[in-house]
Nanobody, 127 residues
Framework: QAQLVESGGGLVQVGGSLTLSCAVS????????MGWFRQSPGQKREWVAS??????????AYADSVKGRFAISRDYSGNTMTLQMDSLKPEDTAIYYC??????????????????WGQGTQVTVSS
């Protein structure tokens, strides 16, 4: 059974940092594009960052709202992924989800192409 498990969420002050991790098991996720989405209360889920599969060139892409502040990394052999989040803002408060998708375009994952989701981890940025 394929499984994605996030960890590392929590409460942080404005300007602080957090590192989210996603551990995957159950199948070879190197063939999947993987990334992070987030959802705030009352808002639609939005794509944050992702990396394409190894065969697709390991391309990296970021949403404009996090570019320059967040960094995604991925261990293709160990089936782990992290999201380093720096200079956090109150608007970064959300539940963050790890995702594995069947394809990507320029490193970007579309919500509809996600095959596996993690259970989510809460990130709260207080001012």
């Amino acid at each position: 059974q394929a499984q994605l498990v996030e960890s590392g969420g929590g409460l942080v002050q404005v300007g602080g940092s957090l590192t989210l991790s996603c551990a995957v098991s159950g199948r070879n996720f190197a063939i999947y594009a993987m990334g992070w989405f987030r959802q705030s209360p009352g808002q639609k889920r939005e794509w944050v960052a992702s990396m394409s599969s190894s065969a697709s060139g390991r391309l990296t892409a970021y949403a404009d709202s996090v570019k320059g502040r967040f960094a995604i990394s991925r261990d293709y052999s160990g089936n782990t992924m992290t999201l380093q989040m720096d200079s956090l803002k109150p608007e970064d408060t959300a539940i963050y989800y790890c995702a594995a998708a069947t394809n990507s375009f320029g490193g970007v994952i579309a919500d509809r192409s996600v095959e596996y989701w993690g259970q989510g981890t809460q990130v709260t940025v207080s001012s």
